[in-house]
């Protein structure tokens, strides 16, 4: 399984970016992770085979979680982006049926994507 992540990079405070991660073959449930500076790696959204979707509370309101199921594609946009989102995230996936935001419910991951975000 190939789960391969892309877009990211620098914006400014305010400011957007969105995130791509295209997976081969399809996988059921994807979401994305993130590890910030200081701070172990945390959830940001998943979406199961159903639609399902979950949100981590810094998220929610900001990013956005879609998918694109006909070319195994997931996208994250985050909005209101702020200095304190800068990390790296990683695009993850599981066969399964999961909108989980815990790193085990995945098998599949992906080599991750920085974000810088300056003040």
């Known amino acids: 399984v190939e789960v391969v992540e892309s877009g990211g990079g620098s914006v400014q405070a305010g400011g957007s970016l969105r995130l791509s991660c295209a997976t081969t073959?399809?996988?059921?449930?994807m979401a994305w992770f993130r590890q910030v500076p200081g701070k172990v790696r945390e959830g940001v959204t998943a979406?199961?085979?159903?639609?399902?979707?979950s949100y981590a509370t810094f998220a929610k309101g900001r990013f956005t979680i879609s998918r694109d199921t006909a070319k195994n594609t997931l996208h994250l946009q985050m909005g209101s982006l702020q200095p304190e989102d800068t990390g790296i995230y990683t695009c993850?996936?599981?066969?399964?049926?999961?909108?989980?935001?815990?790193?085990?419910?995945?098998?599949?991951w992906g080599q991750g994507i920085r974000v810088d975000v300056s003040s």
């Open positions: 979406i199961n085979g159903d639609g399902l979707m």
């Open positions: 073959p399809y996988m059921r449930s």
């Open positions: 993850a996936a599981t066969n399964g049926s999961s909108n989980s935001l815990y790193a085990f419910a995945y098998t599949f």
